[in-house]
């Protein structure tokens, strides 16, 4: 877990780290927030100065037996039990630079799911004689990032134990159950990521409105006015709402539906559906969105029309200063 720091220990980790005057970082700090119109914490535009001046504000995290839900990217030498729920097998690569073979497999604890990518020829054994619900002891493995996910990986000197004993693992994660987000800057987003940012609503837009199956939530035919799939269910409006969220190194369009429309407006449905014939309303309901803090989990999507990366909200959480701070920290790629 990200442990906050004070304004003025982020303003001395940059004195020393990147050998500037303290004059110079009140202006660059102050420079920030007039930036973000003073929408994000002292702390929190001290800690983008410092992420854009190259100080490392928090130390990777350390590694030991953990969960898979408390793999943090950058974590080395960790240590997890889980059990065996799909097997990808060995793979040949080739590249500029090497060529070898990698395996992989999806392991599952009562946390949740995560990728084993194997690179260790000497490990490729152990990979071959796995099979589904065994119970593997991973050890000496480090926390990557792939298309949004943290995976767990074992490079030289990693051990994979099957069925060690003594080792029982129940409640396991099944696939299919939601994936763990992977906490991000805005401007570290890539499409298809499953992401959280935390930031502020700088801009809202109208409410728009469709028809959708009472039954699964989906646009029905425009023609018919049925759903393809449940022909006999009703039709009923389905509110979307989008902003622009912005956490101080890049903002975002965001698309709510339905609940998460619900959440962003901090409006039930009664009242949201009410805006539709009365606009006029929305003025006042939008100087009361613009500012509020949130942590908005999604799916990162490219709009086509636009070529600009978009994210489908989720869920969506409130979040305070001190927590808004935690988040605005960089996340840095692991070395294999």
């Not at 927030?33 to 929408?39: E, G, I, P």
């Not at 990777?60 to 969960?67: C, E, M, N, Y």
């Not at 991973?138 to 994979?160: D, M, P, R, T, W």
Request: charged fraction near 30%; hydrophobic fraction near 40%; glycine fraction near 8%.
């Amino acid at each position: 877990m990200m442990v906050g720091l004070t304004y003025e220990q982020i303003v001395e980790k940059i004195k020393i780290q990147a050998k500037v005057s303290e004059d110079e970082i009140k202006v660059r700090v102050n420079e920030k927030l007039d930036k973000l119109s003073n929408l994000i914490s002292k702390e929190g535009a001290a800690h983008i100065v410092a992420n854009e001046m190259g100080v490392k504000v928090f130390e990777a995290p350390k590694g030991g037996r953990i969960k898979i839900k408390e793999m943090q990217l950058m974590q080395r030498n960790i240590e997890i039990l889980g059990k065996v729920q799909k097997i990808y097998g060995i793979r040949e690569f080739k590249t500029q630079n090497r060529e070898g073979k990698v395996g992989s497999f999806l392991i599952g604890d009562d946390t949740g799911l995560s990728r084993v990518t194997v690179w260790d020829e000497p490990l490729m054994i152990d990979v071959e004689r796995l099979k589904e619900d065994n119970t593997v002891l991973i050890k000496g493995a480090y926390v990557k990032e792939n298309n949004g996910y943290k995976e767990i990986h074992l490079g030289s000197g990693a051990q994979i134990l099957i069925n060690p004993p003594g080792e029982t693992i129940d409640n396991v994660v099944q696939v299919g159950q939601k994936p763990e987000a992977i906490v991000k800057q805005i401007s570290q987003l890539n499409e298809r990521d499953f992401a959280a940012v935390t930031g502020t609503i700088v801009q809202v837009f109208e409410p728009k409105f469709y028809e959708a199956c009472s039954e699964c939530g989906k646009k029905v035919n425009p023609e018919t006015g049925r759903c393809k799939e449940h022909l006999s269910a009703n039709k009923q409006l389905m509110p979307v709402v989008n902003i622009i969220f912005d956490d101080g190194t890049e903002n975002i369009r965001i698309v709510a539906f339905r609940d998460q429309a619900e959440s962003l407006l901090d409006l039930n449905n009664e009242k949201l559906i009410a805006l539709k014939d009365n606009f006029s309303d929305f003025d006042e309901l939008r100087a009361k969105i613009l500012g509020k803090q949130l942590k908005i989990t999604g799916r990162v999507v490219k709009n086509e029309m636009f070529g600009k990366l978009e994210m489908v909200a989720n869920n969506v959480e409130k979040v305070n200063p001190k927590e808004l701070l935690n988040e605005l920290k960089t996340t840095e790629e692991v070395v294999r």
